[in-house]
């Protein structure tokens, strides 16, 4: 099912701005959101590591990793999005790579990246893609490699009905899927060990950070 807001918000950059301020507010804001997944996987990284951002978007979270040091690729199937990436990177002088292809299959080599960043992207995919996407993630991280996820849980308390209405109003039937699944069983399904968790924003939100084992070649 379609949501008319979220058409909206797709199609004008004003109104998705200002409902990525509203959901963003439980930690910090717009900018604190796009770094939530970046800090955890720069904690783990020399300077200059290779990394991917999946689903990359507008860019605003590989943005993120830029900053922090780290050599950022960012993948994403819309030709529209990605433009809009490029034009944000060269504004701030950051060298990123930005290159067009599928989450379920990045055109790139195994064993290639030494972090992967999903932010806020794995609630649009059905439990068959998302087991793809972390297949993927799994083949192009270097054994040792690290995998950052940020996205939705099911909330807690207060932050319960806002959820629902936010879903209703511009999620689709796979982020109700997602919020019915089990983040952490699904990482640890595509063969990459959870070392650490955090639920946010009322627990609206989880932070999710895996490791591919060292005795995992590339395949």
């Not at 918000?9 to 970046?38: K, N």
């Not at 059905?126 to 083949?139: H, I, K, P, T």
């Not at 109003?169 to 650490?196: I, K, P, Q």
Request: glycine letters at 10%.
């Amino acid at each position: 099912m379609t949501r008319p807001l979220r058409t909206l918000a797709y199609r004008h950059r004003w109104f998705y701005e200002a409902v990525t301020a509203a959901s963003a507010l439980g930690v910090g804001g717009p900018a604190r959101l796009r770094q939530l997944a970046a800090t955890w996987l720069a904690e783990q990284l020399p300077a200059g590591s290779p990394v991917l951002d999946l689903c990359c978007g507008g860019g605003e979270a590989a943005l993120a990793l830029a900053q922090l040091g780290l050599s950022v690729c960012g993948l994403d199937v819309a030709p529209r999005a990605l433009d809009q990436a490029r034009a944000r990177s060269r504004r701030l002088g950051l060298a990123i790579n930005w290159i067009e292809g599928l989450a379920e299959d990045p055109p790139l080599p195994a064993g290639s990246q030494m972090g992967v960043q999903i932010s806020l992207a794995l609630h649009e995919f059905s439990a068959d893609e998302r087991a793809a996407v972390l297949g993927a993630c799994q083949r192009l991280l270097k054994p040792g490699g690290w995998l950052a996820v940020l996205d939705l849980h099911p909330a807690q308390g207060p932050m319960v009905l806002p959820q629902k209405l936010f879903c209703a109003l511009f999620e689709t039937e796979t982020a109700l899927d997602f919020l019915a699944s089990d983040l952490e069983r699904e990482t640890s399904a595509a063969g990459l060990v959870v070392r650490r968790r955090q639920l946010l924003a009322g627990g609206a939100l989880q932070r999710l950070l895996a490791q591919k084992p060292l005795n995992q070649a590339p395949e």
